[in-house]
């Protein structure tokens, strides 16, 4: 079992950056990878970005590429997601997700509330 705990939301103003924080605890060993999702109210949660915890390999939302960049500290179990220009339709719960080595997503964090306004 894999804990995941994010930190980092808050409110900005358009245009503006945040950055999320996703620690991770347990069985980390099994993991390929971590993402970061999205749920904005009255909507389905969506995925933002992955990265994969041997090699670093990146894929985002179409949504977010070029403004978002994650990375992770594989000595920390902790993965980022650094987000620029920033945009009212940004506005959700962010939550981070670990994926097994069968590529199932296998936990989730609690979230972090990230509200832009205008």
């Known amino acids: 079992q894999v804990r995941l705990v994010e930190s980092g939301g808050g409110v900005v103003q358009t245009g503006g950056s945040l950055k999320l924080s996703c620690a991770a605890s347990?069985?980390?060993?099994?993991?390929?990878?971590m993402d970061w999702w999205r749920q904005a109210p009255g909507k389905e949660r969506e995925f933002i970005a992955a990265?994969?915890?041997?090699?670093?390999?990146?894929s985002y939302a179409d949504s977010v590429r070029g403004r978002f960049a994650i990375s992770r500290d594989n000595a920390k179990n902790t993965v980022y997601l650094q987000m620029h220009n920033l945009k009212p339709e940004d506005t959700a719960v962010y939550y981070c997700?670990?994926?097994?080595?069968?590529?199932?997503?296998?936990?989730w964090g609690q979230g972090t509330q990230v509200t832009v306004s205008s």
């Open positions: 990265v994969t915890l041997k090699g670093g390999s990146t």
């Open positions: 997700a670990v994926r097994a080595v069968s590529g199932s997503v296998v936990s």
């Open positions: 347990g069985r980390t060993d099994s993991t390929r990878a």
